[in-house]
């Protein structure tokens, strides 16, 4: 997990620290500090409609963040519309902070078959989920909790890049531990893992990905709204790539987005990749670092930790469906890349 940072052009002058290139499974994170930092990323990409869900893995994220910072439901200090202090999507239903509080409260059961109480987690088992009671998780399970959960859902990692497709349809691109990914509203409709890329281009406005699935070759292109755009996006798909891909820095080369007659870009992801973190982590010997909690306010208000991602375009919201259709939104790997 590497952190980038972002400095506001004027006085005064606030440093924002955020997470770069999320960890493909945070149950293998060592340290405490480093899955409380990585939680109060997931707690924002939450607010910022980055993180789609259904409604019931909503209730449990927003019950795991309740736990995480007010410990155990009291009714003699949570007066009845407590989770309303809480702000944590971007559209936040009563109906919503009903079930957080239920879950909360531990008054919602599901439990078929019943589990025991040493640990929670949630389980996905035949549609149906169970989960064990969250009264007396400390802070740090909660935000383990929350963190598994994350990790399961589609857009976990991913920072949306607006575009359009080849027929014009407005599409959002990302990049995750698997792969490259393209979304239509809520919905994702293609999953390109990083051994089937063999290289991503741009050309002016256009972004393109080549690639195979099924043993067959593709190609797929995407218009961006500016040049800079899209030589931005060219570069983050780049550096994802390698960062994911490659078992070794020193395999990485530098990459090209050009032709001999074409006056292009050269880039080179610098740093160590994703198994090299790992396996220096596991190396490290010392005292587990103190972790100072706080509980960080954001009003509805806030500005996205990357503006230019963003500017002109309609961000992706937590999938919350009607109460006929409270279930998980199945994933599309199936789906065709022609």
């Not at 007396?136 to 935000?143: D, F, I, L, M, Y």
Request: glycine fraction near 4%; proline fraction near 6%; charge should be positive.
């Amino acid at each position: 997990m590497l952190f980038l940072y972002n400095v506001s052009a004027h006085p005064p002058y606030t440093m924002c620290f955020r997470v770069k290139f999320y960890p493909h499974e945070p149950l293998k994170i060592k340290e405490e500090l480093t899955r409380y930092l990585l939680y109060l990323q997931i707690k924002r990409d939450i607010f910022h409609g980055r993180l789609l869900c259904s409604f019931s893995d909503a209730a449990y994220l927003g019950a795991c963040i309740v736990q995480a910072e007010l410990g155990d439901y009291d009714p003699d200090e949570h007066p009845e519309n407590y989770i309303n202090d809480f702000k944590i999507f971007p559209k936040q239903s009563q109906k919503l902070e009903k079930k957080i509080a239920e879950m909360h409260k531990n008054e919602f059961r599901h439990l078929n078959p019943p589990v025991k109480k040493s640990f929670c987690y949630l389980f996905l088992l035949s549609n149906s989920f169970f989960f064990c009671n969250f009264r007396g998780q400390s802070p740090a399970v909660a935000e383990f909790n929350l963190l598994l959960k994350a990790n399961s859902l589609e857009t976990y990692g991913v920072d949306p890049h607006p575009c359009k497709d080849s027929f014009g349809t407005t599409t959002f691109l990302g990049f995750t531990a698997a792969g490259f990914v393209v979304f239509q509203g809520n919905k994702r409709i293609h999953l390109l893992k990083w051994c089937d890329v063999y290289k991503l281009k741009f050309e002016g406005k256009t972004f393109y990905v080549f690639g195979a699935q099924k043993e067959k070759k593709a190609v797929l292109s995407f218009h961006t709204s500016t040049p800079a755009a899209c030589k931005h996006l060219w570069k983050c798909g780049v550096e994802n790539q390698a960062f994911y891909k490659y078992a070794k820095s020193s395999q990485i080369k530098t990459m090209s987005s050009s032709k001999i007659f074409f006056k292009g870009s050269r880039f080179r992801y610098s740093g160590k990749v994703a198994k090299e973190v790992v396996e220096a982590s596991s190396k490290i010997q010392r005292e587990p670092p103190e972790v100072h909690r706080t509980s960080i306010t954001q009003s509805r208000s806030s500005p996205s930790l990357n503006k230019q991602l963003i500017i002109n375009m309609e961000p992706l919201q937590p999938l919350l469906p009607s109460p006929c259709e409270e279930e998980e939104v199945p994933l599309d790997e199936g789906e065709s890349l022609t």
